[in-house]
């Protein structure tokens, strides 16, 4: 099977959202994978797209930082042409909120000192 494809064949990139997610947060690679509970260089070759993200590696960023990354992917990331245009739309409001939610986090972080955890992560 093709990389990143689910058996349905839908592409979607949850590595470009994971670099997002982490971005947004400003962590590092290796703070990143510290707080997820993985090795650095696991993370790392997720995020590049080397490997795919398990179940289980899913859950552990949702629990840790309230995010699911494969509905994020899809919500910034999927190829929607396919859909109706009726169905576009509301993607299109769905992935401008996904937008505004991940600026709230950026803004919020910047006003956290240095090394506290983000409100609502666990």
Known sequence: ???HLRPDGCRLPVYKAAKRLR???GYDVNRMATEIGV???V???LEAGSVNFST?????VRDVTG??????????YADTNHLPESVRKL????????ELQ????????RKLPLGWPMPGAK
């Not at 991940?102 to 972080?109: A, Q, V």
Request: net charge neutral; no cysteine; hydrophobic share 45%.
């Open 56 to 60: 289980r590696t899913l859950g552990l």
């Open 91 to 98: 993607h299109g409001l769905l992935r401008d909120e996904w």
């Open 102 to 109: 991940l600026n709230r986090m950026l803004e919020m972080r």
């Open 23 to 25: 971005d947004v947060l």
């Open 39 to 41: 090795h650095s260089t």
């Open 67 to 76: 995010i699911d990354l494969y509905v994020l992917a899809y919500f910034l």
């Open 43 to 45: 993370w790392g070759r």
């Open 1 to 3: 099977m093709e990389k």
